[in-house]
């Protein structure tokens, strides 16, 4: 079983904060915040991204509006117990946060210049719910996978999981249970939720939109599936 939770579950965003910070939670006097991250798509686009952050990683200054932030942390989730239902709440829990000046390159293995999209995430985890196949009335192929990644003290975070095209065929055939690592992006979306009383409710979910999936195979040295997709919006 995978008990390095830093190479199981990690990701690294770069984006402009919108809107107010609010206050999360707090643990043994310790205060934790949530703000929005805006971090742009190729397609002009852009996700809203919600970020659990310490008040150690922040400065008075740090979470103004239009500030560029280097994050980097892990995608987790948690239940929400409201109106008498579980629901899967997901956030990026930022385990390090770096200012960045507009014209600035960041060090991050690589460089990040100024116009680049960073947002990428790294997920090791097991495939909890049968995926779902479907094609859209115009034939694109997409499947939806629940991955259970492990964390410290026998936690687990459940992040829903979008792939498309040739991973989507992939993915439909994989069992409940089996190991896979998946390297993707962070993206929100609109949808609709109906009520029973006929009232429609527009929320956000967010979710990881896969660009490459693996099968982690036992240690018998077993060949490897490795499919690369391009087709990811």
């Known amino acids: 079983m995978n008990t390095n939770y830093l190479e199981n579950n990690y990701l690294t965003l770069v984006g402009k904060v919108t809107g107010e910070k609010r206050f999360s939670h707090e643990i043994y006097g310790e205060s934790f915040y949530i703000f929005n991250l ?3 798509r190729l397609s002009g686009n852009s996700d809203i991204i919600p970020i659990t952050v310490s008040e150690r990683l922040i400065k008075e200054d740090t979470l103004q509006e239009g500030k560029k932030l280097l994050v980097k942390g892990q995608f987790r989730s948690y239940n929400s ?13 930022a385990k390090d946060i770096i200012e960045v000046e507009e014209n600035e390159e960041v060090e991050e293995n690589e460089m990040v210049k100024k116009d680049t999209i960073t947002n990428e995430v790294v997920l090791v985890g097991y495939i909890c719910k049968k995926p779902i196949y479907r094609q859209t009335p115009f034939g694109r192929e997409i499947s939806d996978l629940l991955l259970a990644v492990n964390r410290a003290y026998n936690k687990s975070d459940y992040i829903p999981c979008i792939a498309w095209g040739r991973n989507a065929r992939f993915c439909q055939n994989l069992e409940v249970g089996t190991e896979v690592k998946v390297v993707g992006r962070v993206q929100s979306r609109n949808y609709e939720k ?39 919006v």
Do not use: M, Q
């Open 38 to 40: 805006e971090i742009p």
């Open 81 to 93: 117990y409201e109106n008498e239902k579980n629901r899967l709440i997901l956030t990026v829990f």
């Open 194 to 232: 109906k009520h029973e009383d006929g009232t429609v409710e527009t929320r956000v979910a967010y979710e990881v939109s896969i660009g490459s999936l693996e099968v982690i195979e036992e240690k018998d040295d077993e060949s490897k599936e490795d499919i690369e997709n391009k087709e990811a």
